[in-house]
């Protein structure tokens, strides 16, 4: 029985491949005598790629097959209900396989021939939002929680929230009961459709003695890789001159180091670190960015870092820590800032971790938005790069004799908490 299922495969796909590509498979043994007519290829270029539209919206693609003949090609969709053809524009009416044949007729001494491309029209992403974290809650109490969705009116699917800790708490409706100490666990999920994907988009709630995880977003550094996240989040460090970053072997931080030779004291300068989050090379251009750490019940950004000596004794450790957001509008993303001065134990030798309050952000970037709440931006939306730079940099003369400025800045895990 395989055998014989080996074998019908075998001359479906000879059938298959005479059909696309040739004016036929019969006819005898030599050019002149073949009474089909010369053989002739159909090249179809691959059209899928786009996503489907909304309605009343309608995706099109124009098709661009070719015959080696040179004779015109017809097209004819062979799944008609998820795409269909007019002339050469092929219109994605729903998700799913779209079939199409380009067809060459034959003539003029040539036999007909055809080729095939079959290929999936993918949905549309949507998003929750506007789901945000009560946080903290007491032992019996009621919240009220109502996310909406990035589609809109585009569609009529409703939220479902359910929870995966019942015994913590419970879900009626958009109401959240806190039964006992723990970590409430609840999710938000829209219904996909023939044009959105399912959304789901879940929440942590620390309820009585309970905390909420920590969120990582980057562990460490690649030592194969220095300008990488142990997450391969992309790392970018800029300097007014003379940088260099090395790793520690064992990837637990990533040193920054910018050397500047100058006559004399106070000749200025500039340098920053950007972290991404895992495996982002960019932010994404002209939509917002779905990829990076979501901020929860988390109440702080943690950074373990330290700053050279010089940087320190000159009293210049003052920090601005950037938090680049997914949410893009009038071709920018939202960023929050936070200026603060890093607290360092001179009997420490080595990393020291800073906390920074989230709700101390303010808007540094707007892109023409108002009344942006942090808190809001924070629950909303991912926070997708982070950068850490200095108003003013060392500009004291590490070593007597020397004009060698030296400013370097050693990080390691990042989490938040």
């Known amino acids: 029985m395989r055998g014989q299922q080996k074998m019908r495969f075998q001359l479906t796909a000879v059938g298959l491949a ?11 043994g030599g050019g002149k005598g073949n009474d089909a ?22 995706a099109t693609i124009t098709l661009k097959a070719t015959a080696s003949s040179g004779g015109p090609i017809t097209y004819v969709s062979n799944t008609p209900a998820t795409c269909s053809v007019s002339g050469d524009t092929l219109s994605l009416l729903k998700s799913g396989e779209c079939s199409v044949n380009a067809n060459q007729a034959g003539g003029d001494g040539y036999a007909a021939a055809t080729a095939r491309q079959l290929f999936v029209v993918p949905k549309n992403d949507q998003g929750i939002w506007r789901f945000a974290n009560p946080g903290t809650q007491p032992v019996g109490a009621s919240v009220q929680v109502t996310p909406a969705s990035t589609a809109g009116s585009l569609t009529d699917f409703p939220i479902s929230i359910t929870t995966s800790s019942p015994t913590v708490c419970s879900v009626t409706g958009t109401t959240l009961k806190m039964l006992a100490d723990g970590l409430c666990v609840v999710t938000a999920t ?11 988009l879940t929440k942590t709630i620390p309820v009585g003695a309970a905390e909420g995880p920590a969120l990582t977003f980057t562990g460490g550094y690649r030592p194969t890789d220095s300008w990488r996240t142990a997450e391969a989040g992309k790392i970018e460090g800029y300097s007014s001159s003379g ?8 990837g637990s931080t990533f040193t920054f ?6 006559s004399a004291a106070g000749f200025g300068g500039y340098y920053g670190l950007r972290f991404y989050a895992a495996t982002l090379e960019n932010l994404v251009a002209g939509a917002n960015t779905l ?28 920090l601005r820590v950037w938090l680049y957001l997914g949410h893009y509008a009038n071709n920018c993303n939202v960023v929050l800032e936070k200026f603060m001065t890093p607290v360092f134990s001179p009997s420490v030798q080595g990393l020291q971790e800073q906390s920074v309050d989230l709700k101390s952000f303010t808007v540094q ?6 009344n942006l709440d942090v808190w809001d931006e924070l629950q909303n939306y991912p926070i997708a790069k982070l950068e850490f730079n200095v ?19 050693t990080m390691g895990k990042i989490t938040f908490k």
Do not use: H, W
């Not at 970037?365 to 108002?370: A, K, M, P, V």
């Open 365 to 370: 970037s707007s892109c023409g938005l108002s």
């Open 190 to 200: 829209q219904a996909g459709s023939d044009f959105f994907n399912e959304a789901t």
């Open 391 to 409: 108003p003013g940099i060392n500009d004291q003369v590490p070593t007597a004799g020397t004009d060698i400025y030296t400013t370097s800045v």
């Open 243 to 250: 940088a260099q970053n090395t790793v520690a072997d064992d």
């Open 257 to 262: 180091r910018m050397d500047k030779r100058s």
């Open 18 to 28: 005479c059909a696309t590509l040739l004016a036929g498979c019969g006819g005898g």
């Open 291 to 318: 990829a990076g750490v979501r901020i929860d019940s988390q109440k702080a950004i943690k950074f373990n870092m330290l700053m050279n000596p010089e940087m320190i004794t000159a009293q210049k450790t003052e």
């Open 37 to 58: 007519g010369m053989a002739q290829s159909v090249s179809f270029p691959f059209p899928g790629g786009s996503k489907v539209a909304v309605p009343p919206a309608v």
